[in-house]
């Protein structure tokens, strides 16, 4: 009888263990699942991770460039404010201007020397220009000896100096 309990302890055992076997066997096979499927989310967070990384970086390139406009966009606005200073300033002084040379046409002693100021004004300009027209002409005189007779006193049998002419003034008795 002792060896039928062991029989049927053994065969207990060994269903127990081929149960146990078969359990440990599903368990193993789920283990290798929860571990594809982590192996799998794992590259799903790698992708992912790249993917993030490649926006990550653009939108720091995309970050770069602004922050550069915005500099060059700010000095352009240094610039602009300073110009729109001196304008102002320039403005205020042609203002002031305006109202001395308003003040001063509105009294009739300071209209006449206004007028006279001008007259006198255009005078100096009429003279500068007579003066650089003489110049001109003298530049030109000059140009034409140079080419002309090279100094002879005639060319092609006609005299090439200026004529003088005498005049001889005899009383009339």
Same mark, same amino acid.
């Given at each position: 009888?002792?060896?039928?309990?062991?029989?049927?302890?053994?065969?207990?055992?060994?269903?127990?263990?081929?149960?146990?076997?078969?359990?440990?066997?599903?368990?193993?096979?789920?283990?290798?699942?929860?571990?594809?499927? %982590?192996? &799998?989310? !794992?590259?799903?967070? #790698?992708? +992912? =991770?790249? $993917? *993030?990384?490649?926006?990550?970086?653009?939108?720091?390139?995309?970050?770069?460039?602004?922050?550069?406009?915005?500099?060059?966009?700010?000095?352009?606005?240094?610039?602009?404010?300073?110009?729109?200073?001196?304008?102002?300033?320039?403005?205020?002084?042609?203002?002031?201007?305006?109202?001395? %040379?308003? &003040?001063? !046409?509105?009294?009739? #002693?300071? +209209? =006449?020397? $206004? *007028?006279?100021?001008?007259?006198?004004?255009?005078?100096?300009?009429?003279?500068?220009?007579?003066?650089?027209?003489?110049?001109?002409?003298?530049?030109?005189?000059?140009?034409?000896?140079?080419?002309?007779?090279?100094?002879?006193?005639?060319?092609?049998?006609?005299?090439?100096?200026?004529?003088?002419?005498?005049?001889?003034?005899?009383?009339?008795?």
């Amino acid at each position: 009888m002792k060896k039928a309990i062991v029989k049927i302890g053994l065969i207990t055992l060994i269903v127990l263990l081929i149960s146990v076997s078969g359990w440990l066997a599903i368990k193993v096979n789920q283990k290798r699942l929860d571990v594809e499927n %982590l192996k &799998a989310q !794992l590259s799903l967070e #790698r992708s +992912l =991770k790249e $993917a *993030i990384q490649k926006e990550f970086f653009s939108t720091k390139d995309e970050l770069d460039k602004v922050k550069t406009e915005l500099d060059n966009t700010q000095k352009q606005l240094n610039e602009v404010n300073h110009k729109l200073a001196a304008a102002q300033s320039n403005n205020a002084k042609l203002i002031e201007e305006k109202k001395a %040379l308003e &003040a001063r !046409l509105h009294s009739l #002693r300071e +209209l =006449k020397q $206004a *007028i006279g100021q001008v007259k006198q004004e255009m005078w100096q300009e009429r003279y500068r220009q007579l003066l650089a027209k003489k110049e001109m002409q003298k530049e030109i005189d000059a140009c034409k000896l140079a080419e002309g007779n090279r100094g002879f006193l005639l060319k092609d049998s006609k005299p090439t100096y200026k004529p003088t002419v005498k005049i001889e003034v005899r009383p009339g008795y």
